[in-house]
Every structure is written in C-alpha cells, then in structure tokens.
C-alpha cells in the first residue's frame, strides 16, 4: 500500500510555470525524505530538490538556482514542486520519491531512494 503518485504535469511555454504535487499513501510522508528528479530519455535521472524529514530543510540542484521551492504539506501527506520560469531544458519526466534512511536525507542521489511514484511528463517550449 505504500505508494506515491505525482500529478501537475503538462505543456508549458518557456518562462511559465507549474506546479507538481505528489501524494503519500501507506506511510507518513513527513517522516520521510522527499525528492523531485527528473529524466530525459537517454540520460541519467537527475535530483532537483530534496526536503529532509523533521526539519523540512531543501536541497536543491544548482540548475534550479532560485526558480523551484520544494515545499511539505504534512496534514495532507503531500509534497510539492513549485517551478517558474520554466526552460525549454527543464523538459523531462519528474519523479517523486521517499525514504527514511539516513542517506537520504537532503540527498540528491537517486540511490537512497527506494520509494517512487510513477513520473508526470513536463514539457516546456520555446
């Protein structure tokens, strides 16, 4: 039952902006390191941002710069992507994903993290 679902993506033009939300089930989100990856086919899978369990702390790529905030809804079990001024690069499948060991705590490494949802496609043109 535990599982993670992202939902929010969609076709942008360049300089919009999205939201991503990924949904918790089976297990209690805040407990948990949650990260946004993302993968262009063909290439390595990616962090974007990271947000540590307890005290909520982001990581982020430095791609990102000061465009995307990661933030915790802990009552909803739910975690975000916020993301503006979209790049055409920005482009991919995002991916939410969990864990709780110690690893993955503002960890941008794919594997420290055994939890995954299923990916919502983000395009951005230009």
């Known amino acids: 039952q535990v599982q993670l679902e992202e939902f929010g993506g969609g076709l942008v033009q360049s300089g919009e902006s999205l939201r991503l939300s990924c949904a918790a089930s089976g297990f209690t989100a805040r407990d948990y390191a949650v990260a946004w990856f993302r993968q262009v086919p063909g290439q390595e899978r990616e962090g974007v941002a990271n947000?540590?369990?307890?005290?909520?702390?982001?990581t982020y790529a430095d791609f990102v710069g000061n465009r995307f905030t990661i933030s915790r809804d802990f009552r909803r079990n739910m975690v975000y992507l916020q993301m503006n001024d979209l790049k055409p690069e920005d482009t991919g499948v995002y991916f939410c994903?969990?864990?709780?060991?110690?690893?993955?705590?503002?960890?941008?490494?794919?594997?420290?993290?055994?939890?995954w949802g299923q990916g919502t496609q983000v395009t951005v043109s230009s």
């Open positions: 994903a969990a864990d709780s060991v110690a690893g993955a705590r503002g960890s941008l490494a794919a594997g420290y993290f055994h939890r």
């Open positions: 947000i540590a369990a307890g005290t909520d702390i982001p």
